[in-house]
């Protein structure tokens, strides 16, 4: 269940975000910072807009980093509005749109180009309502937010806008193309600097590598870091961590089992010898060792671990047939997901539990005495 909830998430968030381009921010404090203080920064960056900033030379140096197969600039407001007829909604988080997006997260209509606008799903509801949000589409909406100049004086950009698409799900966002939006820039007088890059790696396996050299990034002058990367490998660690506590915690508890199957072997092997010592005593007065004897009660706990592993595995694969099948439909995704290692781990564990089990019944049937054995009832 650990592995298919896993799998479901990295499913879901590449879909909806490209896992091959790295969010480059303004490092705003000199030092390293993780994910969460990065992401922290950009929405606190209302406050003051020219701290996050890049310039041309920053972008110029993500450029020369071996593997960027591309840097495009990009804003991020903080803050907006957009009216469309009598109604006002406020909203967060208006971007330009990049490839860090992709297009599994318009449900219905196109990318943004010149002048057009994709809205967050919720933000149309509120605006149109929940039956008729769709109604947006293709209809001019004005779009109001705030921003500053070259001397940090606020200035305000409004233009009309045409709504191409509704997003939803983990990346819903509302997005313009960066040419629009930097030509309302231009308009209102405000600068036109970027606030974060979407950088495009040439292949998957090199972001993590990637993402390091440009968290390492240092001012020439005062040798402090100027920039911060943010990863969609890095969002899924965050979140899987989590799951595999979950994972842990429900593991933990079906572990209480494998106590209680150990106990039982143990009972079972003790009855077993007692149930057989008259057997014991005939072995050993046939020249039987104790080292034969101990081998013999080993065996057979072996055999019952081997046996119990087998049906185990028998059993959990056809429950995984059964719940895919039924939630399917659902989700869209295998949520149980038995690897070869978990098979592996079974066998193992179940062979290990049942060995260690018969430690102490094989050695009491090897210490009964040949001859009161054999007397026994």
Known sequence: LGNGVNGYIENQINSLANPQVITVLR????KKMNQDQL???????????QAMFLKNQDLN?????????????????AAYKINYQDKVQSGTNLNSWSKAYTTNSIKKGHVPHANQIVLNKQQAIQLAGAKHYQRLLNQTVTITFNWVNDDGQPT???????????????????????????????????STQP???????????????????????????????????????SMLKTVNTYVQLAT????????????????????????????????????????????????????????????AAILALVLAYGAQLILNHELYHLIK??????????VLFALVSALLIAFLAALLPARRAARLNPIKALAAD
């Open 61 to 77: 140096r993500l450029k020369n980093i071996a593997d960027v197969a591309k840097v495009q600039p990009g804003y991020s407001i």
């Open 195 to 233: 606030n974060y890059a979407a950088v495009s790696v040439k292949s998957l396996d090199r972001v993590d590598k990637t993402a390091t050299k440009i968290n390492n990034l240092r001012d020439i002058k005062t040798n402090k870091q100027i920039l911060g990367a943010i990863t969609v490998g």
């Open 27 to 30: 490092n705003t404090n000199g």
């Open 39 to 49: 992401q922290a920064s950009m929405q606190n960056m209302a406050a003051n807009p």
């Open 333 to 342: 995704y295998d949520i149980v997901q038995i690897s070869l290692g978990n």
């Open 248 to 307: 842990i915690v429900l593991a933990a508890i079906a572990g209480i089992s494998l106590l209680v199957s150990a106990l039982m072997i143990i009972v079972t092997m003790y009855m077993s010898v007692s149930e057989r010592t008259k057997e014991i005593g005939v072995l050993r007065a046939l020249g039987e060792r104790k080292v034969d004897i101990r081998r013999l009660f080993t065996a057979e706990s072996l055999f019952i671990g081997f046996f």
């Open 156 to 190: 305000q950009s409004t233009r009309a806008v045409k709504v191409v698409g509704f997003t939803s799900g983990v990346s819903a966002t509302t997005a313009m193309s960066y040419q629009t939006i930097k030509s309302m820039l231009n308009e209102s007088g405000a």
